[in-house]
């Protein structure tokens, strides 16, 4: 499509895929709690031209709002991806290897797979267990291939519920996400990165409590590709383009295990 | 610029413009210092199927590593831009106006303003105040106009020194930056944003202490333009061109009275 | 009773009145979450003599765990104790006037009101309203004066369920607490400190959301009380004892609107 | 003395021993910066009664301010105190065994070794190592035997310097501090926690950065001794008493290998 090779941001849209981040917003309860405090409020210096400044703390985790999962977030075995031994890539500035820094930017082509949309709805069922043969569907419908070392965003309609922190977080009655044949799936495609719209990019059960990832040991440990997850598709899945443009900057927090982004996609006005 | 209007990724190059986040990088006094700590390291917890995942915690302020300034971040005798009481937009969390998940992420054009090329330096002097003579002598090296609605990216050099920590914070000689009168210039253009390679986009002297900041009051507050602050320019100065796309889209937190973000910078390869 | 007045340590006991602070303790949802991080671990620098040391981060406020109440912590009407204006005594600092390293330690006697007892209970109702006339009762019970300028510990048996987070917390059923009448009681007789075993010294009814805090508007901002919540007293009440040298040393964080603190009841052996 | 085995609170001094903590104050580089910062104000939150609330984010370390180290803070060749390897005691919520909550509150009786006073001065040399010969003769003049199981305060007469950050920081000119054969001494007298004035309870030169710390090893984890650091002892000094009841209850934070303390001396007035 014309926008990909070549487009004119006069006649292009540019889509917010991150979810706003707040104190309290939906989150994994394995990671520290978001929370962003004014230190300095206007009015507590004035400086001698009549001038002020408020700042603030934030507290917050590599893996909270819409974030990228460094290579390194996971072990397996206690190895990381490429074999290497978890045991000697952390430390108090944390990981030495596989940190979020470096993860390159991408800006390119990202194929859309809508998932609802093969089934009729806007949302995918709590634990539903997206499949390969979906997947493959989903890219029919695209009507784009998915290629070696470009993206992947895969849809579930869960950016419509962020603003239902129950439902969202799916402690009671679970998540809908990627079994591992889906995984093994992206895999074989070689794609550098995918991103979904879930707290995790993994099916989970009601509970959640016992479960394991094996989708983030298939990509991240196995295959070497990112995961982006708690993204905001809703927007980009309603506008039936089956690719856009995405870019994809992460902040580079040396030594982080993930860190927050602001993804934007770019479709075709 | 052929590549401004429509471009192709295959002959395009992606700079990016932030600088890496680490504990103890250099950043303001005015602001809590950036931590990065695991929390959680790979072993700590593994799972029944042999997985394990590290995660962090992350103490940081809005105003650390390259990141945008929001209009709310400055008043002037107690009012932000628009006029509007400072006191009654800021409580527990943050500000409820002009934060910085108001500043619409932007993709476009952005001019490069190289004042150290017009001294046939690298580097400016630290305590040289940028003119808007200056700054009109750097858009004609850049053979762009400063267009209104668009981003101006002014080139000091001072990424270059981003890693020694007492020159680049410039708490004993000063650092460059826009004076009043630049600030004007910048205004009087209704450009949208305005990025900088220093701490703080502002000339100071020695010591800073009793510092003043008019350029951030001109710009923020009188004209509402962003500032964009410890940008990684180097590298796109020293590719010569005048022009080129800016991706700049910083993290959403709401309230914030800025935002670390990851710009990219789009130029013909 | 000898032991206060004189008494030897060879025949005394120490018990502890903090409750142990820990990620994930029981706490107010009006507080920030207390977090403990090891940032350093034994082996992430190792000196050259074979030495290694652990060191943590700890994310916290004053009002977690075991802590006293400073009197500028509540204000009503705009006015904290001694009709000064709250927002005159505020800002990026903390309180300049009124913080808890102004509670100077206390060492002295404590009168031990033993509310459940005199149900013939260990543990009084959720939701209870504590009166005046249960004071008085208790005060007999003690056989010991409440006197001015000292402290009073009003049981309920409550931090037997620290470890019941739900049941603690009070958030379905409320919490047990004394009324405004018991409150004026305690003002009455011009104590210098209360304390109490719950989350708040006040009753609770089942939800808390509208809750509003006479008990805290009585002794903070009217009487200038201060009040130590979430003790640990059941060891205490176990005991008997109607008195007991109580030592209370807050940290002193200068302009802290409450801080931590590690109480301890002295008793004869 | 008298107020040892037995006194009179009327006849009695209570002598603070804590430094005050605040953003800013003296610390060990090797730990993160203490901040507190108000999270909520009066008026951000105003209940149906005109009562509100103010309260704080703080985030700090266990070994800022006066503080007590615990047992499991240092480890020689990969063993803490016991023998015990230290790589199986740390984890994601802190230490396992040894931290700072296994610390008894300690209630009792501290001999005062005055070093400085040894010698006529009030504030030791930056650098000074203090001897064994210096304990013995300082016990001396004490008056006071150094008993098994109890406490020892040392004096520097550095909580003097304690507004002076640079110097008391010592990192240009060092720190005064026992050597190894002074805690020879104190490990030989079988003692449960030795105090001192200065940031760490060690002689350190200048410059520190390659500091070991003999001395951490010989008390902590060779002869199972806390230390106390960071403690104002001046007021202590001054009295000229050779010894006193302490009362020393760090912060319970389970985990921690080292917390917070306000101790408190008790004299005859």
Chains 1, 2, 3, 4 share one sequence.
Do not use: K
């Not at 939906?26 to 300095?40: D, G, Y």
């Not at 990381?80 to 990981?95: D, E, F, K, M, N």
């Not at 709805?121 to 979906?134: F, N, S, W």
């Amino acid at each position: 499509m014309a926008y990909i090779d070549g487009y004119r941001l006069a006649q292009s849209r540019v889509l917010d895929l991150a979810q706003p981040m707040r104190t309290g917003m939906p989150q994994s309860a394995n990671h520290p709690p978001f929370r962003l405090v004014l230190e300095r409020r206007h009015g507590d210096y004035v400086r001698s031209d009549g001038g002020s400044a408020a700042g603030e703390v934030i507290v917050t985790s590599g893996h909270i709002g819409t974030h990228v999962d460094a290579l390194g977030h996971i072990s397996h075995d206690g190895l990381v991806h490429g074999g290497v031994a978890a045991s000697g890539i952390q430390g108090p500035r944390g990981l030495t290897a596989l940190g979020i820094e470096t993860f390159t930017p991408y800006v390119g082509r990202a194929v859309v797979l809508d998932v609802p949309r093969l089934y009729g709805v806007d949302v995918l069922p709590a634990g539903y267990e997206i499949t390969a043969d979906d997947l493959s569907r989903a890219e029919g419908l695209a009507g784009s291939d998915v290629r070696p070392g470009e993206a992947v965003l895969i849809g579930t309609g869960w950016s419509r519920l962020w603003n239902q922190y129950d439902l969202y977080t799916g402690l009671r009655d679970g998540v809908p996400g990627p079994g591992p044949d889906a995984a093994h799936w992206l895999a074989s495609r070689r794609v550098r990165v995918v991103g979904g719209e879930t707290i995790a990019f993994e099916r989970m059960g009601p509970g959640l409590g016992q479960a394991t990832y094996p989708v983030h040991r298939i990509l991240l440990v196995d295959a070497g590709i990112n995961i982006v997850e708690t993204m905001r598709l809703h927007e980009l899945l309603d506008s039936g383009r089956g690719e856009c443009l995405l870019i994809l900057a992460p902040l580079p927090i040396v030594g982080a295990t993930g860190a927050p982004v602001r993804p934007l996609a770019i479709i075709p006005a």
